[in-house]
T-cell receptor, first 112, second 111 residues
Framework: QKEVEQNSGPLSVPEGAIASLNCTYS??????FFWYRQYSGKSPELIMF????GDKEDGRFTAQLNKASQYVSLLIRDSQPSDSATYLC????????????FGKGTKLSVIP | ETGVTQTPRHLVMGMTNKKSLKCEQH?????MYWYKQSAKKPLELMFV???????ENNSVPSRFSPECPNSSHLFLHLHTLQPEDSALYLC??????????FGDGTRLSIL
């Protein structure tokens, strides 16, 4: 059974701080890693994806991947109240796999 | 026109009814997906279609019947559903195994 684990939160951070969201996965053969943001009552929105070990930066977002530790994280710098949402980690197995396995998500609350 | 459009947005049905959910993607993608999202549970992949051929069926009960007439349209036919089938049903599309883009979902309630 392939699993993706996330702390459900809520994770509360003050406005302007760095929010750190973590995800671990059980399938060592996993190849692609995604972070989705889901506002309450809305659909998931892709914000980052990463395929190789290391860091990938896009604006205020940084995804970090460590395949040896089976760990992927998302950092949000200069957190804003509009970043308050549930963040879903998703993983695919094997090259070219269409099947995404999702974690339960971490609820982030940015306090003004 | 948004990338992935789902209708209806909300649906209330009795356990003996038959209804269908519709999904249309305007992104030129070749793959389409149905997911179920229930409270306190991760998103669950139900079906995958690639170039309108079903490639995944994750042990979904037969009361859910998908149909993919072409790469842009996907349906989920529902009949004799159970109360535990109440959930948000999400459609997504992708080009090959690249990142998936989701529609706004159909909120389904079974009476």
């Amino acid at each position: 059974q392939k699993e993706v684990e996330q702390n459900s939160g809520p994770l509360s951070v003050p406005e302007g701080a760095i929010a750190s969201l973590n995800c671990t996965y059980s399938d060592r053969g996993s190849q692609s890693f995604f972070w989705y943001r889901q506002y309450s009552g809305k659909s998931p929105e892709l914000i980052m994806f990463i395929y190789s070990n290391g860091d990938k930066e896009d604006g205020r977002f940084t995804a970090q991947l460590n395949k040896a530790s089976q760990y992927v994280s998302l950092l949000i710098r200069d957190s804003q109240p509009s970043d308050s949402a549930t963040y879903l980690c998703a993983v695919t197995s094997g090259a070219g796999s269409y099947q995404l396995t999702f974690g339960k998500g971490t609820k982030l609350s940015v306090i003004p | 026109e948004t990338g992935v459009t789902q209708t209806p947005r909300h649906l209330v049905m009795g356990m003996t009814n038959k209804k269908s959910l519709k999904c249309e993607q305007h992104l030129g993608h070749n793959a389409m997906y149905w997911y179920k999202q229930s409270a306190k549970k991760p998103l669950e992949l139900m079906f995958v279609y690639n170039f309108k051929e079903q490639t995944e069926n994750n042990s979904v009960p037969s009361r859910f019947s998908p149909e993919c007439p072409n790469s842009s349209h996907l349906f989920l036919h529902l009949h004799t559903l159970q109360p535990e089938d109440s959930a948000l049903y999400l459609c997504a599309s992708s080009q090959d195994s690249r990142p998936q883009h989701f529609g706004d979902g159909t909120r389904l309630s079974i009476l």
